[in-house]
């Protein structure tokens, strides 16, 4: 358990509206990942980020933004939210080698 | 490239043993195992590194075979509790951002 918190853990939200989720972690962790899981396709690395302000995209960025302005906090944005990015998005953070998830945030986009 | 996972759904009788299996066609530097419950976060079981040992705990294991660039996950003796889904996650390289690629996913019920 590597102390990570999302919120929110559950929202519905229209098309074209922008959403942000966002992702705590307690235990100082350097490194921060968003991932999306969708039936039939696994976790998929949207962006992550290696350090304050340093970010980098991931295998399905395309619609996706982040920021990290503290250590603790990663922030996934959906700049004009589409129904293709109903999902669960999970975020971890790495700890030498092993990643380490948190609790989700289902997002339906109507 | 997506690490290719087998079977794609396996049941079980408790007590039964199982083998899922994990292949990928890039060279890996090492391999990551987790269970999902449904509706819940994919937790973490093990890693298995380039050039490191089996693992194993309680009555699951890890095995890593670096020359065919695959790796297998064994149950034994199975317990209601190992239900879950199970994927592999691979990264193919040993530079910092250590970026996971994983599976879609073996799905796994243990019946009484």
């Known amino acids: 358990d590597a102390g990570i918190t999302q919120s929110p853990r559950h929202k519905v939200t229209e098309t074209g509206t922008p959403v942000t989720l966002r992702c705590h972690q307690t235990?100082?962790?350097?490194?921060m990942y968003w991932y999306r899981q969708d039936p039939g396709h696994g976790l998929r690395l949207i962006h992550y980020?290696?350090?304050?302000?340093?970010?980098d995209k991931g295998e399905v960025s395309d619609g996706y933004s982040v920021s990290r302005s503290k250590t603790e906090d990663f922030l996934l944005t959906l700049e004009s939210a589409t129904s293709s990015q109903t999902s669960v998005y999970f975020c971890?953070?790495?700890?030498?080698?092993?990643?380490?998830f948190g609790p989700g945030t289902r997002l339906t986009v109507t | 490239q997506q690490p290719v996972q087998s079977p794609q759904a396996v049941i079980l009788r408790e007590g039964e043993d199982a083998v899922i299996n994990c292949s990928s066609s890039?060279?890996?530097?090492?391999v990551h195992w987790y269970r999902q419950k449904h509706g819940e976060a994919p937790v973490f079981l093990m890693i298995?590194?380039?050039?490191?040992e089996q693992k194993g705990h309680d009555k699951i294991s890890a095995s890593f075979n670096e020359k065919k660039q695959q790796s297998s996950l064994y149950l034994t003796a199975s317990q209601l509790s190992y239900s879950g889904t199970y994927f592999c996650?691979?990264?193919?390289?040993?530079?910092?951002?250590?970026?996971?690629?994983f599976g879609s996913g073996t799905q796994l019920t243990v019946l009484p």
């Open positions: 971890a953070t790495r700890q030498v080698d092993e990643q380490y």
């Open positions: 235990e100082n962790h350097r490194y």
């Open positions: 980020s290696y350090g304050v302000k340093d970010t």
């Open positions: 890039k060279a890996l530097y090492s």
């Open positions: 298995l590194l380039k050039g490191g």
């Open positions: 996650g691979t990264v193919i390289s040993s530079g910092s951002a250590r970026q996971l690629t």
